[in-house]
């Protein structure tokens, strides 16, 4: 059993930058493949960026080449910064360990 729980949602404006923390606890998540999945108001749910692992990551196209996402396994945390933000990045994020484990989400928007 793995608790996930996530910060570092806020405001910002379109090309600002924010970083998203989850920090999990209840089990070591070394082993675990982690992931940011995003929902917006009247929108299905969708994967943002997944590591596995090896340091393998994936990224939605539409993030691809802005977002990053990293893990830090001594810390159980896993990390999702957030450049060059656009109004449509608006969404609640959720971190997820093996997509079985999901934390409450934390929203972000941009807007101007």
């Known amino acids: 059993q793995v608790q996930l729980v996530e910060s570092g949602g806020g405001l910002v404006q379109p090309g600002g930058s924010l970083r998203l923390s989850c920090a999990a606890s209840g089990s070591d998540m070394s082993s675990y493949n982690m992931a940011w999945y995003r929902q917006a108001p009247g929108k299905q749910r969708e994967s943002v960026a997944r590591?596995?692992?090896?340091?393998?990551?994936n990224y939605a196209e539409s993030v691809r080449g802005r977002f990053t996402i990293s893990r830090d396994n001594a810390k159980n945390m896993v990390y999702l910064q957030m450049n060059s933000l656009k109004p449509e990045d608006t969404a609640v994020y959720y971190c997820?360990?093996?997509?079985?484990?999901w934390g409450q989400g934390t929203q972000v928007t941009v807007s101007s």
């Open positions: 590591i596995y692992g090896g340091g393998i990551t």
């Open positions: 997820t360990a093996n997509s079985r484990y």
